[in-house]
Nanobody
Framework: QVQLAESGGGSVQDGGSLRLSCAPS????????MGWFRQAPGKEREALVV???????KYADSVKGRFTISKDGAKTTLYLQMNDLKIEDSAMYYC???????????????????WGQGTQVAVSS
């Protein structure tokens, strides 16, 4: 069973930055479509950004201009650079991947099969 492991979460002050990482336990083609999501207590899970095999990206309006998704050269490790963090960005952050969705099928509404356990981000004033 493929596992995704997130890291890089933590506590930061309003306006600060964090960089999250997500690495799969094995090479499985998940790089076809990968993304970052978050869920705050009492709220629904929110899709933040997805990236396809050709590095095309789609961002949610809530993070556009502040967050940047990227992959390493081997396209196996996923990153999320988060700048200008706000208190409302506090949440559990998850990465996800799926080998089935290529090109235009990789979107913010993609129903991903593979998920990490999450990494907590806390932003304080």
């Amino acid at each position: 069973q493929v596992q995704l492991a997130e890291s890089g979460g933590g506590s930061v002050q309003d306006g600060g930055s964090l960089r999250l990482s997500c690495a799969p336990s094995q090479h499985t083609g998940l790089e076809a479509c990968m993304g970052w999501f978050r869920q705050a207590p009492g709220k629904e899970r929110e899709a933040l950004v997805v990236i396809d095999f050709q590095d095309n990206t789609k961002y949610a309006d809530s993070v556009k201009g502040r967050f940047t998704i990227s992959k390493d050269g081997a396209k196996t490790t996923l990153y999320l650079q988060m700048n200008d963090l706000k208190i409302e960005d506090s949440a559990m952050y998850y990465c996800a991947g799926d080998p089935r969705f290529w090109g235009s099928k990789c979107s913010l509404s993609t129903d991903f099969d593979y998920w990490g356990q999450g990494t907590q981000v806390a932003v304080s004033s």
